[in-house]
């Protein structure tokens, strides 16, 4: 194989690479770096601070809520039925029942059946 055949791969491979690279999104650097070991600070525990506590807050108790009244119901009184004795159309009434217009003639005496 040539040379020149060796390098159109290798420039081939390398922009497939490349391409796959930058669509998923992959970086591919070197890093040089030398570690820096530092000596570690002394830690000293921070000086205490003393603040006075609050003024305490006095708060009035709410009032209390007013007194519930309430209003008595007012007393209804109905009268009672209306009982009056005596004739009611065609009907007798005498406290008990009704009585037709017949039967009372036929038990009272009077008249009777015949006359009616």
């Known amino acids: 194989m ?30 040089l770096g030398v ?3 530092a000596a570690p600070a002394p830690v000293y525990a921070p000086a205490p601070v003393y603040v006075a506590p609050p003024a ?21 009184v109905a009268p009672g039925p209306a009982i ?9 009434w005498d406290g008990y029942r009704y009585w037709n217009r017949r039967d009372w003639h036929a038990y009272h005496g009077g008249y009777g059946y015949r006359h009616w």
């Open 84 to 92: 009056i004795v005596g004739w009611h159309g065609d009907r007798y």
């Open 56 to 76: 305490p807050v006095y708060v009035a108790p709410p009032p209390p809520p007013p007194a519930v009244v309430y209003q008595p119901a007012p007393v209804v």
């Open 2 to 31: 040539n040379v020149k055949g060796l390098i159109g791969i290798g420039i081939a491979l390398t922009a497939g690479l490349a391409c796959e690279a930058a669509m998923a999104r992959v970086s591919v650097g070197i890093n």
């Open 35 to 37: 570690p820096v070991y």
